[in-house]
């Protein structure tokens, strides 16, 4: 049982480029999302999902686009890469509203 | 003002002795609290919630004081391995999931 895993680990890109973290998870939870943190900040969140087919947006969703085609994968688009996207990025799933979190290890990402 | 707000300290403890410290919120109508625990460059891991009546898990104590909205946690008898950050999380609406509010977070650190 692998929990929640992310890949990268560590990203680099150039500005307008375009990337897709990845987020899986193998608990079979239906809730999935994704946080950006910033120092000084706490956990901001950018999408999620309650379940496969469906996304709606957090507090900071812009120049992020999601999808969830299965239970188990949902990942995150960076489609015009800003330096103001260089954050730590943590994917999260739970298996219902009882809020307990499981967060993957992150994805660090530095925008030139 | 921020939602949820903490402490940023560091609390500097020394070894066996007790650190204590709050989170407060801004929502009234928050439904559930819970104190997760960060260590460097890591994920967040759920330490507890926050029960109404106060709740304790080994060393480790929450309270809720829901009249002046602030949450608090107490270590007692502080071990090395409890420095990390802890960071508050709060739910404002029983129906608003995936939108959990986090503090940025409490650094703890416990000295020999």
């Known amino acids: 049982n692998a929990g929640v895993t992310q890949t990268p680990k560590f990203q680099v890109l150039k500005t307008g480029q375009s990337m897709t973290l990845q987020c899986a998870q193998d608990?079979?939870?239906?809730?999935m999302s994704w946080y950006r943190q910033d120092p000084g900040m706490g956990l901001r969140l950018i999408h999620y999902?309650?379940?496969?087919?469906?996304?709606d947006q957090g507090e900071v969703p812009n120049g992020y686009n999601v999808s969830r085609s299965t239970t188990e994968d949902f990942p995150l688009r960076l489609l015009s890469a800003a330096p103001s996207q260089t954050s730590v990025y943590f994917c999260?799933?739970?298996?219902?509203?009882?809020?307990?979190?499981?967060f993957g290890p992150g994805t660090r990402l530095l925008v030139l | 003002r921020k939602e949820v707000e903490q402490d940023p300290g560091p609390f500097n403890v020394p070894e066996g002795a007790t650190v204590a410290f709050n989170c407060t919120y801004s929502n009234s109508a928050s439904q559930s609290f819970f104190w997760y625990r960060q260590d460097c460059r890591k994920e967040p891991k759920l330490l507890m919630s926050v029960y109404s009546s106060g709740n304790e898990d080994g060393r480790f104590t929450a309270q809720l004081n829901r009249a002046s909205q602030y949450i608090s946690l107490l270590i007692r008898d502080s071990k090395l391995s409890d420095s990390a950050t802890y960071l508050c999380v709060v739910n404002p609406r029983t129906d608003s999931w995936g939108k959990l509010q986090f503090g940025a977070g409490t650094q703890v650190v416990v000295t020999p």
């Open positions: 999902s309650v379940g496969a087919g469906i996304t």
């Open positions: 999260a799933s739970s298996y219902d509203r009882a809020e307990t979190q499981y």
């Open positions: 608990m079979n939870h239906e809730y």
